[in-house]
């Protein structure tokens, strides 16, 4: 018996990524990472980031939480509690600096909402801020490539990567669609009043292509094997930093059922976009 989600029909969407796609990365990753200068013969500025050891005191006993050391911070960014950032706008490398603030009411830490406080502070480091050229030193220090031409190439690669990818996912998704509908997949009363509950229309089609996948994948004697799903637990693992022994203590009936099931899933619709009649357009 021949099903019918063998032979689907999809349409793949291809964008081909345009120099002015690069070129607008290319000035995103220059704003996002600007040159640091280090500098000796000045203090430090706003715009500034400093190189400090700090340790915060309240009423002269030094409170948890409020020490650090080789600390990185940009004067003038908002970063940590008003009044600190600017106290320390001209101080000079090896000074030690007392600032003196007063914690918002409303701060994180109870004990010290609302309190005065002093951070003795002293700075190991100043760097200034500029901007990169879009040069090749730029290519060497900022995107690792020799030269600014590689580094325009790698990043027209890595974006076409990511436009064909996200293609080949929405192409997927709706030949999975098609599945479902062709299976006419039935929910149970508790999955009706679950979705009934949560009335996004989204919930409703991941159910059923989840219900197609496991359809087709018993059709198809589709099965997840030892290797697998050894290889799925490793990606797990991979993803939560975490080792297989760490892991372990979770790894129930349920948890290894639910890992074969995804890899079934998997290779359901794999299957499904195997067998399907793709035409290819481009966009």
Known sequence: MEFIYKALRGTLEHT??????????????????????????????SGDEVILDYAGYCGGVQFE???????????????????????????????DVVVHVTFPKDYRAENLAGKEAEFRCKLHEIHEKSAYALDDAFAREVGQCPTLAALRSRLKE??????????????????????????????????????????????????????????????????????EVAEELAGICQQNGMTIEQLRPYMNAEFEQTVAANIRMKKAIAFVRSHAVVTKKDV
């Open 16 to 45: 081909s990524v345009t120099e002015d796609e690069v070129d607008r990365q290319l000035t995103r990753l220059q704003q996002q990472t600007p040159r640091m200068t280090q500098v000796t013969d000045r203090a430090a500025k």
């Open 65 to 95: 939480g409020g020490t650090a050391e080789k600390q990185a911070l940009t004067l003038g960014s908002g970063m940590f509690i008003p009044g600190f950032e600017e106290q320390l706008v001209g101080a000079k490398i090896g000074e």
């Open 158 to 227: 890595s974006l076409q990567a990511y436009y064909d990818e996200c293609a080949e996912m929405e192409l997927q998704d709706r030949l999975m669609r098609q599945a479902a509908a062709t299976l006419d997949c039935q929910f149970t009363g508790a999955k009706e009043d679950q979705l009934r509950e949560d009335t996004r229309a989204e919930a409703e089609s991941a159910l059923r292509i989840q219900h197609a996948a496991e359809r087709i994948a018993l059709l198809e004697g589709i099965r997840a094997s030892d290797e």
